[in-house]
């Protein structure tokens, strides 16, 4: 008699053929990873060839053949009921005895390790399953908590059968794959009480851009299965790999989802049953895991997708499910597989999308991909609804599952209700290369079928559905024949989100990342309000900002640990390249709209001259709120291990003013030199040029402010429409403002850039500077190539003044 059954002991990577990809991955973390602390569940495998000795069975090829040869899968009613019957035919050409025994006889040595009616899972894994371009993900059927062997036998007949959902069948005829040359096997897994715990998915890469250095955790209370159906939002965490292998231990980036449901075991006794219960709002406003917990799980990552690697003999970025243990309080591994998405794109041409209008915005949720698209809306509420769908249409549901793929495929884009970035939709969409908006609260509501919308995923981690059809353009610029110059270009980054996509893309490091817009777009409260609440008049501001900080130390640890995750995360993308840092650059009217604000800000008739940049960080009205700046900065340097920070004081009047700064910075741990801390200035006010050599002395380097310096040496105010046709960096006194600042720079021995956006809007004034011997030149990144280009024919040129 064939033996049907290997334990995870006996089986490893080179196991595909017998055991299917899942299966196989499971055994060579059980017998390959344990030894380096990585815990999975123990458990055994029915093999494929049992399958393939129930096809053999008389009159059950034939039948198969008869059903699915010539099938036309777009006839969405005749592919479900000729996947029924092929499902019928294989549930009963499995029931046999000698599998029956010999599952029987596995379950029981089961039991002796884990103890008489021990949970398990029961999965299948095709023997094509995780080849480069296809990953067979939810086509197949799984099965919970199943807890004694009849019920064990019951469910993998079931599993066997689910070769011929519809979805697979689906499948493999998109995916040019032979029905009758795909083989099913099935792993049998004891399950971890995360039930009472958590679960979740890691992926070593970032799941949108493809950026190869975090790890991207996700995770939910309870049975891990609510995420990929997308039933949840999940909390999502960011580990920097670099660092982590130089031993800093601190999470880059957190973002709290929703988790609005946790799923649990069916009543004792019921086995393979599960139910979904709500999640009390006291435990949805915290993380599911804690910080140290997300590190264990980013080192268990990085050692598996290490040894994948060197088993593959190549970068292998892998997709990995994790569960902890209400039970034991552990973490474990209960699956991995080759990321088969981000890591297969190509990088020799970068895609671009961008808006040219807006329109009214319909709904928001979670962003998956960068792309646009518009079309009009179709409302699925059910399988019912499927044969409805035409191509082309916006898909619009609570959630999707793996029986909607057909429709997917069609579809030029999706918006659910629920769901994060790791659940069903979002996981399809990427591997269709279509934009979704996920976790689009009242999207169902908003959006009836018929509607014309534009779905945005190219402005962050935000995704818009705006109202009609929006223009939008796309870039495409292939990378291989991009000319590099020898002077820097940078990029200036305003927010976090686009830092993984924009570091990408080719450049020399961020030359300008704003402080403020990460003030403003993911703290939003006034730091001497998070000090001072007492001074807040308003009872609304005090209570919002309550909630804000719900979870924190102190409001103070708030502000840092939101702000050092932000600038964090920048520094990461790029590392180890420089990355300057503005210091808060707000204006008063601007500090004032920042919630709890107008208590602590005076009113200017004009800010943009008020107190602004390095006058506010030693004045008495706002040095503790600089302080928390000081102290976020420190912690991305010291404690995240992103060395690459420099840091640059915004509108320092004079000289007298920046040796306040530095001192000020010192006092607050931020000491010029100290751990190779190198502080610039701007150098945007006509005196910065003016007494340049004096300045030379305070600061490491200059970044000329474009906008600024125009407006003060042409005296015209750029906020105002009636002189801005003044307003022109081209000027001839404009022009001899850069060439005293490059000049005198470089007499002085200090790095000397640019980050306004003139030399983007005017090629001209790249090539300018380029002949004057600027260092660097840092444009928002749409505007890079086209920079690198003007670079590249000013180099050609002439040689550079003062070589």
Known sequence: MANYIRSFLEIGLNDVGLVGGKTASLGELYSALASQGVAVPNGFAITADAYRDALLQPGVAEELHRLLDGLDKRKIKQLAATAAKARAVIYKAMDTAPIREQIVEAYRQLEKEAGKGVAVAVRSSATAEDLPNASFAGQHESFLNVRDAKDLFEACRRCFASIFTDRAISYRIDNGFDHFKVFLSVAVMKMVRSDIGASGVIFTLDTESGFRDVVFVTGCYGLGETIV?????????????????????????????????RMIYGKRGGSHATLTRKVPDAERRKFCISDAEVLNLADFAVRIEAHYSKHAGRPMPMDIEWAKDGADGKLYIIQARPETVASQRTADVYETYALKGRGAVVVTGRAVGEKIAAGRTRRIAGARDLSNFKPGEILVAPATSPDWEPIMKIAA?????????????????????????????HATEKLKTGTNVTISCAEGDIGSVYQGTVAFDVTRTPVSELKQPRTAIMVNVGTPEIAFRTAMQPQGGVGLARMEFIISEHIGVHPMALLKPGKIASAKAKAAIARMVQGYRTPADFFIARLSEGVGTIAAAF???????????????????????????????????????????SHPAYAEGFALECAALRRVREEMGLSNLRIMVPFCRTVE????????????????????????????????VIQIDAFSQLFDGFSIGSNDLTQLTLGVDRDSDIVAFDFDERDPGMLEMFRLAVTGARRNGRHVGICGEAPANYPEIARYLTQLGIDSISVNPSSVFRTMAAVVEAEAGPAKAGA
């Not at 840092?581 to 709209?593: G, I, M």
Request: glycine share 12%.
């Open 657 to 688: 003013e920046g040796k306040r700064v530095i001192a000020t910075m010192a006092a607050n741990g931020l000491k010029r030199g100290e751990n190779g801390l190198e502080i610039y200035v701007m150098c945007e006010i006509p005196n910065n």
């Open 229 to 261: 159906q997308g039933q949840v939002d999940p909390d999502e965490f960011y580990v920097h790999k670099p660092t982590l292998a130089q031993g800093f231990r601190r999470v880059l980036r957190r973002r709290l989802g929703g988790k609005q449901i």
């Open 575 to 617: 590392y180890p390249k420089p990355v300057i840092v503005r210091l808060s650059d707000f204006k008063t009217n601007e500090y004032a709209s920042l919630l709890g604000g107008e208590a602590f800000e005076p009113r200017e008739e004009n800010p943009m001259l008020g107190f602004r940049g390095a006058s506010r960080y």
């Open 413 to 441: 884009g999706i918006i659910t209700d629920k769901g994060g970035r790791t659940c069903h939709a979002a996981i399809v969409a990427r591997e269709l290369g279509i934009p979704a908006v996920v976790g689009a609260t």
